[in-house]
T-cell receptor
Framework: GAVVSQHPSWVICKSGTSVKIECRSL??????MFWYRQFPKQSLMLMAT?????????EQGVEKDKFLINHASLTLSTLTVTSAHPEDSSFYIC????????????FGPGTRLTVT | GQNIDQPTEMTATEGAIVQINCTYQ??????LFWYQQHAGEAPTFLSY??LDGLEEKGRFSSFLSRSKGYSYLLLKELQMKDSASYLCVFMDSNYQLIWGAGTKLIIKP
């Protein structure tokens, strides 16, 4: 199947700093990528849908000025957590939709963010 | 509204069979997925059903009844590595995934 990578796999940062997470589709072009957040023992929550070359669509309750998403190419989307706070500590997962298989999303391995 | 309901936790014995049920209410439907998620890892795709009936894939099978808003995941010949959370997910009319909270499956020797 298709492969999606994320970098970094884990990061620790100080409160008030910004962190960038990269999501890449390695062997297919993804016109649409999704960013999820998962708190311990909870289900994945969709944060935003990222379409190549246009602005991301954010879910209700997600601050677009805090979680900056850029989908500059068909294989790369980035999520920047700005002015991070301890409550932003979470598991962030991206997924990408392969246009050739409309329904299936391929997930990256996730990035564990800890804000101290 | 849209809602997914699945048991929080189940326990089964190695080598046995277990069925994880899922019921959903949705105003639009474009398919139902099952994902497996090991602790600290991203979900991995198991199955996709869009038509009624049973889809078999090795030790795993998934069933869908759209009229009843019901699906189940059947795992046979359980192995210790099957200990994980199993997520019932449906795709709504906008092709977005709506995630259930997951069923934590504990396999005992």
């Amino acid at each position: 199947g298709a492969v999606v990578s994320q970098h970094p796999s884990w990061v620790i940062c100080k409160s008030g700093t910004s962190v960038k997470i990269e999501c890449r589709s390695l062997d297919f072009q993804a016109t649409t990528m999704f960013w999820y957040r998962q708190f311990p023992k909870q289900s994945l929550m969709l944060m935003a849908t990222s379409n190549e070359g246009s602005k991301a669509t954010y879910e209700q309750g997600v601050e677009k000025d805090k979680f900056l998403i850029n989908h500059a190419s068909l294989t790369l989307s980035t999520l920047t957590v700005t002015s991070a706070h301890p409550e932003d500590s979470s598991f962030y997962i991206c997924s990408a939709r392969d246009p050739q298989t409309d329904y299936e999303q391929y997930f990256g391995p996730g990035t564990r963010l800890t804000v101290t | 509204g849209q809602n997914i309901d699945q048991p929080t936790e189940m326990t089964a014995t190695e080598g046995a069979i277990v069925q994880i049920n899922c019921t959903y209410q949705t105003s639009g439907f474009n398919g139902l997925f099952w994902y497996q998620q090991h602790a600290g890892e991203a979900p991995t795709f198991l199955s996709y059903n869009v038509l009624d009936g049973l889809e078999e894939k090795g030790r795993f099978s998934s069933f869908l009844s759209r009229s009843k808003g019901y699906s189940y995941l059947l795992l046979k010949e359980l192995q210790m590595k099957d200990s994980a959370s199993y997520l019932c997910v449906f795709m709504d009319s906008n092709y977005q995934l709506i995630w259930g909270a997951g069923t934590k499956l504990i396999i005992k020797p």
